[in-house]
């Protein structure tokens, strides 16, 4: 209908939708201007609903902490969204993130009944029963941008999205764009799901229970969350030229991808290494090279969140020279921790130096993917300690019982990946060879029917090696190798154990006058 006044009002609106108008003149005659841009108004939801279903694995474990949150513009109280009494040994154990303090980029402090979970905020949260909350509670208040602000400390912090729809991060780096510095980029999300740490491109609605760590690099006061129903001209101006359809449910079909910094340049060459302890997927880590990277941390690495409850990590290390997401700093000559570790290429093989930790004496089986993607002739993990080598292309491209097992005495232990052609590689793998001759314990020990037993060891130099097998009476069984070897590592299948009789034997290793023992058992 025609409008004789210079406003107009819609009276017949409703909360979660979306609306477009665009205004024409009309003449005496009848005839018709052309129609003006097109303007949007959202309408957020009045309510959002919490629907938080969070398991923890076993009663008590440490390694089941999740990162939890919920939606909405309330604050409840801890005490009464979680039952239970909190407390060590009791029902439930919460922490929250305080951000930077000190020497660390992080600081958890526990909390109970009386902690709030604010709008926009995340804790940490074990309990001895799954966690199920159905809630609704009154929507945040949006400014006139259609924008809400979450406070932020410097360091890590605990965040999560109170909208009740996702939003797509980089929508989220764009609206945060104007309050970096030069140089400086919004880095990414981090979501601990299937106990590994993942960096997702959206950031999921907080009705579903889901807290994320984002690490304030750029020391931002505040984190400008984008209504995901709510978009900026630009968007509808591509929206009313056909570019970007409404689907009538307040969001659009069209999304843009996140990208990372170097999407645009040339191929990625990366792989990812997995760590698995019994059979379940523990951590990983995504090694790449890149022209333009750097040998201290840059634009291209992640690093890696706070792991304070979690199982064995796998990262890589790297020197902290500049703040990750900036392209300058000083210097700190810290070490760092990382899930994504980019390196220049240069002369000789490329390095990366890993971590393993929190092992508490497991064994950690360390799987490769895409190796390929690397395009180096020659791959090795090795294992520092005991100079254990491992050829990851060869281990890829065969059977999984070829997958490196790392098996540490302590806490800990320390890796080295190797890439580059085979002659580099193989010469930087004797810089890295064992200072003495090493027999390590056999596997499987005892030995069941039907299990060949493997020998693992290193030899700090080459030599004359015999690897023999005597019972108890000191008879020599069998020679399970013989022969001049190079330094390394080697690793032997005893095949003929399987046919001896059950007792104790004794594997010995000799070489240029030294001499190893280990005892094995066979259960028949």
Do not use: C, H, N
């Given at each position: 209908s025609p409008i004789g006044e210079v406003t107009y009002v819609d009276a017949e609106v409703s909360s979660g939708a979306r609306y477009y108008y665009r205004v024409t003149a009309v003449g005496a005659s009848g005839a018709e201007s052309a129609l003006s841009p097109e303007a949007t108004v959202a309408l957020p939801p009045e309510t959002v609903q919490a629907e938080a279903q969070v398991s923890f694995g076993e009663a008590g474990d440490p390694e089941g902490y999740r990162l939890v949150a919920l939606p909405g513009a309330v604050e409840p109280d801890l005490g009464d969204v979680v039952s239970g009494e909190a407390g060590q040994d009791q029902d439930y154990r919460a922490f929250r993130e305080e951000g930077a303090s000190g020497s660390q980029d992080y600081d958890l402090e526990e909390c109970g009944p009386g902690c709030n979970l604010g709008p926009g905020t995340g804790i940490w949260l074990l309990h001895r029963q799954d966690w199920s909350y159905q809630e609704s509670y009154e929507s945040v208040d949006l400014s006139e941008e259609g924008t809400y602000r979450i406070s932020l400390a410097p360091g890590w912090n605990l965040i999560s999205n109170p909208f009740g729809t996702e939003v797509a991060w980089n929508e989220v780096q764009s609206a945060n764009a104007s309050a970096l510095a030069d140089g400086e980029t919004l880095g990414p999300i981090y979501a601990l799901r299937s106990g590994t740490w993942r960096t997702p491109s959206e950031l999921s609605s907080a009705r579903s229970g889901e807290a994320f760590y984002l690490n304030n690099t750029a020391g931002l006061q505040s984190l400008t969350l984008p209504n995901p129903n709510a978009r900026d001209s630009a968007s509808s101006n591509a929206l009313a030229s056909g570019k970007e359809k409404s689907r009538g449910d307040g969001t659009t079909g069209e999304k843009k991808a996140a990208t990372r910094p170097?999407?645009?340049?040339?191929?990625?060459?990366?792989?990812?290494?997995?760590?698995?302890?019994?059979?379940?997927?523990?951590?990983?880590?995504?090694?790449?090279?890149?022209?333009?990277?750097?040998?201290?941390v840059g634009r291209y690495d992640a690093k890696a969140p706070p792991s304070p409850f979690g199982g064995p990590t796998l990262r890589s290390t790297a020197n902290a020279d500049t703040a990750v997401g900036t392209t300058s700093g000083t210097a700190t000559g810290r070490t760092v921790k990382l899930l994504r570790d980019y390196r220049p290429e240069g002369e000789g093989p490329v390095q990366f130096s890993l971590t393993l930790q929190n092992l508490k004496g497991k064994g950690v089986l360390v799987e490769p993917v895409g190796p390929s993607r690397l395009s180096a002739e020659k791959i090795l993990l090795i294992e520092r300690e005991s100079g254990r080598t491992f050829d990851l292309k060869d281990t890829f491209e065969s059977e999984k019982g070829k997958t490196p097992a790392i098996r540490p005495e302590g806490n800990a232990a320390s890796l080295v990946v190797l890439a580059g052609t085979a002659s580099e590689v193989q010469s930087k793998r004797r810089e890295l060879s064992p200072d003495e001759m090493e027999l390590f314990p056999t596997y499987p020990n005892p030995a069941a029917p039907g299990e060949p037993v493997t020998i693992e060891y290193t030899l700090p130099e080459e030599g004359n090696v015999k690897l023999e097998v005597y019972d108890l009476l000191g008879r020599r069984i069998q020679t399970v190798e013989e022969g001049r070897k190079e330094d390394g590592f080697y690793r032997a299948r005893w095949q003929e154990s399987?046919?001896?009789?059950?007792?104790?034997?004794?594997?010995?290793?000799?070489?240029?006058?030294?001499?190893?023992?280990?005892k094995v058992t066979l259960i028949r």
């Open positions: 170097d999407a645009t340049s040339k191929p990625i060459r990366s792989m990812t290494l997995r760590a698995y302890v019994d059979g379940t997927l523990s951590s990983r880590v995504e090694l790449g090279i890149k022209g333009e990277a750097k040998t201290s399987m046919r001896l009789p059950s007792g104790t034997y004794f594997i010995r290793l000799r070489s240029r006058g030294a001499s190893e023992t280990q």
